[in-house]
């Protein structure tokens, strides 16, 4: 195998395009500078239109956990009442974050690969008027799901008063979001998902009626209060050190997304999940998730013929090809393949056709080129060339 | 000018080095896979003589406040009292931590400029045996002042059962600590300082009693929750996604402070201080701090013949040196140069020489190179060549 040679195709942290990396390797800067100011007045707007808002996105130094932290904790008190859906590991990360906060939860539970229907979150709030916020995943990562964030928008608001707390670490930047035409309160993502960065930075948007609530609440917090980023907002400032670094890298990203459009940003994701899906369907391999519930920048299959760990070492070692397992209960059960960022057809054309290889290296009775050609077809009937 | 050349001379965030530069130019990896197992298995344990301690040094991503306010919500809960030792803006953000989980602070404020007497907080403690903390700050980057830190750490246990919790932000790394001898229970510290490194990480090691108090404590948190990250560094891992750049960045970082040796380190610094200590003084301008006050990393100097704002802006036209004014109530009124992390003797005479030039730039009487002379004493009298 060439040697220093890796493809990173798991679900995040992504790869990162050379300018962005170029971008980041400018010179420190002093956090307090015009420098620094000029940088956040140039990102700032820019991240408005990525996550469909009029509102400030606030960019804090610190995990998407510490984003999907801050979204509860500013926003909901404990013994307070609210709604997870639970369609994967990320739906349970909001519950762990509310148990942490003595936060009371009402949970919905579907089964891993399944999106959650808007039926049975109307149905639920119905009959649960005492719920203050509803915490749903955009896409769940851990089995590629994408949930319908816009019709749950819906049945939330015509239903109940509840805010609409929403993670977005996997969708946001590759995946359509109208934050405010929905309807969301908060949404959140990472830096090192479809932002094609190096983890370390979160995003979050409020809508109004959420800043209301964020002003109100008395829930101890510090490194985590919106309102103190709010504030340094208005001042182009951020209230603590921000990761300078990854912010000259965002610069970048801004530029790319822009010289592609977002339009076509959302439409290269829904063409590499198509040819994603299309291929594994040609070759006989079982997706884990349905095409209604099929997210544009995860893909994950269910072999029911072979070991999914034994196909993940074979990639690995002869290709470099890095992809991800199952987590939770899909343990050694699935393969995960990310396809969100610095990501493109030709990759996904490689992926394909180095997986056929693969299968045929465990001993699998395939037809090589079967799913490179169903995806190839995709590509060219898409006119995106 | 010469365009794009900037020197950063500001308390941190400090210049990065061309090799940690490199480093973090990596290309991605996944963060659970064996390359960041292996790149923590690696940093982890170099980590530990830079604190002084045998305990493991947890990594967050984060800015060194996330680093304080974990500090503070793993070890004292809402209701108990502590004792802040403030002496300056640095202490003064613990104050605001503590106030905003509602933690009862004691305060022993000190003018900004002098250093805490161990004294001082001997007597405090003895006549308030309430105290379940004592918050103090290693280096108080606003003034360029040096606390006792291990004396301190004496009269405290010596007269409490209080943990002993530091602010090593601008001085870990730059300054020795021994935290297991001298009886600190929690050190924080963050990247852009002493470590070379951009902003967004924060480095925290607790004692054993400090961790029998975090596991005890049942304040709510789950980002910030010390005990997470105890139980993944045990799996080489983290419990969110790592900044993966900057722990590239660290292993460099690691690399260099190795060759140097961290001696030679610290006796650098010390140089450094001297050096600029003795220039001021030659040239007939007040240094905020005593000599025994002084801090290794940051000097000020507090002039009473010239604006001390025309001056910082004489030098960022002229030569793209970049200073820091004051903070609170030392605003306009002070001058705050660093010399931490990537930065050397011969990098003070450039600074010290280009002040001289600024001085008579804005009209002062002074003797051009009266200051750089003193320096180069110094240097010459350390042996150091």
Chains 1, 2 share one sequence.
Not at 243 to 269: M, P
Not at 272 to 292: C, Y
Not at 352 to 366: A, V
Request: charge should be neutral; aromatic fraction near 6%; include cysteine.
């Amino acid at each position: 195998m060439l040697s220093d040679q890796q493809m990173l195709r798991i679900p995040g942290p992504t790869p990162i395009p050379p300018s962005v990396q170029r971008a980041m390797s400018q010179p420190m800067i002093g956090h307090r500078d015009r420098d620094t100011k000029e940088l956040l007045r140039k990102i700032k707007p820019k991240l408005k239109p990525i996550f469909g808002t009029v509102q400030n996105v606030e960019i804090l130094a610190g995990s998407g956990t510490a984003g999907l932290e801050a979204a509860v904790i500013n926003t909901v008190q404990p013994g307070d009442e609210v709604l997870v859906i639970v369609t994967g590991a990320f739906g349970e990360r909001f519950v762990q974050i509310c148990n942490a906060y003595n936060i009371i939860t009402h949970q919905i539970h579907v089964s891993w690969g399944d999106a959650v229907t808007p039926e049975k979150v109307e149905s639920y709030l119905q009959s649960h008027p005492s719920i203050k916020a509803v915490m749903a995943t955009f896409c769940e990562t851990s089995t590629g799901v994408l949930n319908p964030i816009q019709q749950l928008a819906k049945v939330i608001h015509q239903s109940s008063e509840a805010l609409y707390i929403v993670d977005g670490v996997s969708s946001i930047g590759a995946i359509e979001a109208n934050m405010d035409a929905w309807g969301i309160d908060i949404l959140v993502t990472g830096s090192q998902k479809a932002f094609m960065l190096p983890p370390g930075l979160t995003f979050i948007a409020a809508s109004s009626r959420a800043w209301e609530k964020i002003e109100a609440n008395d829930q101890s917090r510090y490194y985590f209060d919106l309102r103190k980023y709010h504030h340094s907002s208005l001042l182009d400032s951020t209230p603590f050190t921000p990761s300078l670094t990854l912010l000259y890298g965002l610069e970048q990203v801004i530029k790319l997304l822009d010289q592609e459009g977002l339009a076509n940003v959302f439409g290269r994701h829904d063409l590499m999940m198509k040819m994603m899906r299309a291929a594994f369907h040609n070759l006989g391999i079982p997706l884990l998730t349905s095409e209604k519930a099929a997210s544009p920048t995860v893909t994950a299959i269910k072999p029911n013929t072979f070991q999914a760990d034994e196909l993940r070492k074979v990639l690995k070692d002869t290709f470099g090809l890095v992809t991800a397992g199952g987590q939770g209960e899909l343990k050694g059960k699935i393969i995960r393949i990310g396809h969100m960022g610095y990501c493109s057809p030709t990759d996904i054309l490689q992926v394909i056709s180095s997986i056929e290889i693969g299968l045929k290296m465990i001993g699998m009775d395939i037809t090589l080129g079967k799913g490179t050609q169903a995806a190839q077809k995709i590509f060219l009937r898409s006119g995106k060339h």
